[in-house]
């Protein structure tokens, strides 16, 4: 029996499967204090989400003589949130649940890219204040546009597949995709997608190479006129990590008229604090809530379960980041 801690909570369907593999499952949450304490050192496996971060420190504290944790899970997609190569170092195996969320990003990085476009946001702010903007808030349409994807995996996928069944012209970057892809037009570096596409959904992770990818200079490259000679502006949206897009000159993107929309469901310090952008009409947000819908969490709990029961039964995951 392994003594598992899940620290952002898990689906009720998904402990019960921990529990009748014969497993403790412990749902609370620890905050960083208890956690460099060595809080999870009785524990054999953590679970976490975003919420809960994993650096060196933590994860040094969570082994003990007599054991510790052995198996980190993210039920999720990212894992910045993890020291792996600290993990890697104490034999730890870290593993995630890629697939289990990509409907909801996908279904996301749409919404937000459609309200953008359509001044959804805009639009209930000023009814809500009781001011009938119908003349002042005309849209664009997203078909006929070229839309830029910066990073090609399973999310990034998904959402070309639905932007062409809005007759949207799809554009990627991905230094890792080699091949090139059927109806998808693959570019050599991400500066081209910027000077090519008047919409930009990031699809990347965070990493050195990757923090503030989207800047002043790449946004000052983008065309603003569609494929379809329409003056629709140019829109980004995010849903991927916070500190991808510098925050500061989106900003100033939106001020100058660069930007016509920002969308963004990540931030670089979460929870997001005061920011010059939730003044700026022109950007609307949500909490880091891509991942959040009902199936989703449903598909994470059960994969993650049953990640934990292979590990446990047999030492080893067909599906580890790290071993």
Not at 58 to 73: D, K, L, T
Not at 99 to 120: D, K, P
Not at 247 to 267: C, K, N, P
Request: charged fraction near 20%.
């Amino acid at each position: 029996m392994a003594r598992i801690a899940v620290t952002d909570g898990m689906s009720a369907k998904a402990v019960e499967m921990l529990e009748n593999a014969g497993h403790e499952v412990v749902l609370r949450h620890y905050d960083p204090d208890e956690i460099s304490s060595g809080s999870l050192a009785g524990f054999d496996a953590v679970v976490i989400r975003s919420a809960t971060k994993l650096p060196a420190e933590q994860i040094s504290a969570s082994v003990s003589s007599n054991g510790g944790i052995r198996f980190i899970g993210r039920a999720g997609v990212g894992v910045d949130n993890i020291d792996i190569s600290e993990a890697t170092l104490r034999g730890i195996v870290v593993c995630n649940t890629p697939g289990a969320s990509t409907r909801s990003v996908v279904e996301m990085t749409m919404g937000h890219l459609i309200a953008s476009t359509r001044n959804i946001a805009t639009a209930d702010r000023t009814l809500r204040n009781g001011v009938w903007a119908k003349k002042q808030l005309r849209g664009s349409e997203i078909g006929g546009k070229r839309l830029g994807l910066i990073g090609f995996g399973r999310i990034a996928r998904g959402v070309a597949q639905a932007a062409r069944s809005f007759g949207m012209v799809v554009h990627a970057y991905d230094p890792f995709v080699e091949n090139a892809i059927e109806g998808i037009t693959m570019h050599d570096s991400v500066d081209e997608i910027f000077s090519n596409c008047t919409h930009i959904s990031v699809h990347c992770n965070l990493t050195n190479e990757t923090r503030n990818l989207v800047n002043t200079e790449r946004i000052s490259t983008m065309p603003g006129i569609g494929a379809d000679g329409i003056d629709c502006g140019n829109h980004i949206v995010s849903c991927a990590r916070g500190g991808i897009v510098d925050e500061d000159a989106a900003h100033q993107a939106l001020e100058s008229g660069q930007l016509r929309s920002l969308a963004l469901d990540v931030f670089e310090s979460e929870p997001l604090g005061p920011s010059p952008l939730l003044n700026h009409d022109s950007f609307h947000g949500s909490p880091h809530i891509a991942a959040s819908t009902l199936e989703a969490q449903a598909r994470i709990g059960i994969e993650m379960a049953s990640l934990l029961i292979e590990f446990f039964d047999s030492g080893k995951t067909s599906t580890s980041l790290n071993f």
